[in-house]
């Protein structure tokens, strides 16, 4: 119920803003169209015919649209708030491939982890190795 108040609201503040954009206009034009039960000014004479059957023409364009919105709100509202089984379908096959592919991503993950250790010990056993053949070649000369 707010909503549609605020809604309401809104939809009357519109008219007013443009018209009071509205080159040429006179104060006593710049009325909001939809205050009906507003006083009018002093010394000006009752609005015309011509002017009340717009504000009339407008009030029920404004009514009408306000209960088609009421009507679309209400449809909305009453549809359930549930995923079509199609879809559903859909996005549990991805996340099945989703968490697959996971799984194949820590297998890869640990299979580098081991090659990269091996690594590691490769050039450990080279760096000693070649330390060895230094300490040899060291001994050589000294001799």
Do not use: W
Not at 22 to 34: A, E, I, K, Y
Not at 79 to 100: F, I, T
Request: overall charge negative; proline content about 7%.
């Amino acid at each position: 119920m707010t909503f549609l108040m605020t809604l309401f609201t809104l939809l009357q503040s519109v008219p007013i803003c443009v018209t009071k954009k509205l080159p040429g206009r006179t104060q006593s034009d710049q009325n909001p169209p939809f205050f009906l039960d507003a006083d009018p000014e002093e010394g000006s004479d009752s609005p015309s015919p011509a002017s009340g059957s717009t504000e009339a023409n407008l009030l029920s364009s404004v009514l009408k649209r306000l209960g088609e919105l009421e009507e679309k709100v209400g449809d909305l509202q009453a549809k359930p708030s549930e995923m079509p089984p199609e879809k559903e379908e859909l996005l549990n096959a991805a996340v099945c491939r989703v968490d697959a592919l996971e799984a194949e991503l820590i297998t890869t993950k640990k299979a580098l982890h081991e090659v990269l250790m091996r690594q590691e010990e490769l050039l450990a056993y080279i760096d000693r190795q070649q330390e060895v053949k230094f300490q040899k070649k060291k001994r050589m000369l000294c001799f």
